[in-house]
């Protein structure tokens, strides 16, 4: 069964961008909404991890030998300043949390055939909160696109 190596996946996915969420509320302090919308959505990773532990526990981890080249996403290395790194950073976290979104949809179809309802339950309430993340990211960065590419220098 290769379910550990996509739990461990995951895992891995909600940690990356939940320290990515924390660099870009760290740098765009400047901006409120970012700032504090950010750290939530951080802290909502960092739940997902935490109602994940006890089927990763369950099931296993994935092996880092059995992973294919390239399986884990790439956090922000650092964070960009100014309107244009603004919205460049969102774009990033936008890409990580599409990652995370695809890949709590991979789970639930392994959770529904195995059955696995415990495993069912945490897809349910884990994938509408990305789904969010991924809905304000896109409205974030639609409001953030004519300021930095029109306005700004």
């Known amino acids: 069964m290769k379910l550990p190596i996509y739990l461990s996946l995951l895992d891995e996915a909600e940690r990356t961008l939940a320290e990515s969420f924390r660099q870009v509320a760290d740098e765009h302090g400047d901006e409120p909404d970012v700032h504090f ?13 935490d109602r994940l532990r006890p089927v990763i526990e369950r099931y296993g981890e994935g092996s880092a030998d059995d992973e294919p080249e390239r399986l884990h996403g790439d956090g922000l290395e650092r964070a960009r300043t100014g309107p244009l790194g603004l919205l460049r950073d969102l774009q990033d976290l ?12 991979m789970i639930k179809q392994v959770a529904q055939a195995l059955p696995d309802h415990e495993l069912l339950d945490i897809v349910a309430a884990c994938e509408q909160q ?8 896109q409205t974030r960065m639609s ?3 004519p300021q930095a590419l029109i306005a700004s220098r």
């Open 37 to 49: 919308l950010c750290q939530t959505l951080a802290g909502q990773c960092d739940e997902h991890r």
């Open 94 to 105: 936008y890409l990580l949390a599409s990652m995370t979104d695809i890949t709590w949809t």
């Open 130 to 137: 990305t789904s969010v993340q991924l809905m304000w990211l």
């Open 143 to 145: 409001q953030a696109a």
